[in-house]
């Protein structure tokens, strides 16, 4: 094994005679620019960019904030088409975040939900909140569009807090991501 160690260092010192930490920032400052050009851009990203195309219309979907309480706290709400557990609106937090004392998930499904009032689809994040005991109020199990179980991602009956230090499962977010695009 030693040889390998040799080779290894041989190699190692011979690079770094040939190259300078400036030709290295160089190369992969290339390659990052290249590669944006390469990869396809989201649709999400399009999407949400807004600017100034955009209607009374489309301004009243993306604001969670113009509907009243009662809508967003039941489970017909139009960004709910999707969720399974308890509206995190109903357990000290919003739409679109958790309680205090709990911690979003940084795993999540998505669902695409059709919004009555501007008649456009939209992408929905749902984060389940987690570190605290079942919320309680307010229990959604809608499965618009729900996959089964083997397209992981698309599945809401998954416990998304396995990813937090503390995997107890509180309540869940309906994060706008923006206009699906057909």
């Known amino acids: 094994m ?3 160690d040799k080779f290894g260092e041989s190699l190692s010192r011979s690079v770094a005679h040939k190259t300078s930490r ?3 920032l160089r190369s992969v400052g290339k390659l990052m620019v290249g590669s944006a050009f390469v990869l396809p851009v ?6 949400a960019g807004g600017g100034s195309n955009s209607s009374a219309a489309d301004h009243l979907s993306l ?6 309480e009662d809508e967003v706290n039941s489970c ?3 960004r709910h088409c999707a969720v399974d557990g308890f509206l995190c609106s109903c ?3 919003t739409t679109t975040t958790c309680p205090p004392g709990s911690t979003p998930s ?3 499904w998505i669902g695409t939900c059709h919004n009555p009032h501007d ?3 939209y992408l929905i994040s749902y984060h389940d909140c987690c570190g605290k005991t079942a919320c309680g109020r307010c229990q959604c199990n809608t499965q618009t569009r729900e996959r089964p179980g083997y397209e992981f991602f698309l599945h809401n009956d998954v416990n998304w807090c396995m990813a937090n230090e503390n995997s107890t499962f509180h309540c869940t977010t309906s994060v706008l991501v923006g206009l699906a695009k057909n």
């Open 76 to 78: 017909d709400y139009w």
């Open 106 to 108: 940084p795993i999540s």
């Open 63 to 68: 604001n969670p904030d113009l509907a009243n």
């Open 42 to 47: 989201l649709p999400v990203a399009r999407a």
């Open 119 to 121: 008649g456009k689809d």
């Open 91 to 93: 357990c000290g937090g």
């Open 22 to 24: 400036r030709s290295v």
């Open 2 to 4: 030693r040889w390998l």
